[in-house]
């Protein structure tokens, strides 16, 4: 029998379940929306509040606590600096969580895992800059290389049809020239 289970085994055995869960709330706090399954929604709900309480008092017992789960030290410090001041006026109820319907293979539920209040950079989807996807040892190498990239790459894209042009103008002048030799 199943009785008073706290919380949702989601079918993985312990650490994969805390693993599941702590790159979940990981990537909440990061991109500030997520889309999962719902029976893993509600599961992750429940440890993103507690730790969004607990980040509304920024205290080195608090830090330490959070840093248990949050292990990335720029979501531990977003959740302090930013998440934290912003939920100070909320008594609770900091996520909310909006259903997509069934996934096509298993027809599991979806759903958004997301912050009810979200600032406007997160409403904006996270660029990946071409800075950011080179290695480092590339980046060193190809400084000189990376100016004229950026410049081939912001030429406007009207100047092939011109250039198309000037060359059929020139395709007769050409033709003309060559039976004036001639």
Known sequence: MNNKTGFNRLNRRAGHRRALIKNMVTSLFTYERITTTK?????VKRHAEKIVTRAKV????????????ITQGDVLSKLFTVLGPRFQSRAGGYTRILK???RFGDAAE??????????AS????????????APKAKKAAGDSAAPKAAAK????KKAAPAKAAAKKAAAPKAAAKSADTE
């Open 110 to 119: 979806m759903v958004i895992l997301e912050f009810v209040e979200r600032s």
């Open 122 to 133: 997160a409403e904006a989807a996270p660029e990946v800059t071409a800075e950011a996807k």
């Open 153 to 156: 790459k912001s030429a406007p």
């Open 58 to 69: 920024d205290s080195v017992h608090n830090r330490r606590e959070i840093a248990k789960t």
């Open 39 to 43: 029976s893993k929604a509600l599961e």
């Open 100 to 102: 997509l319907g069934q």
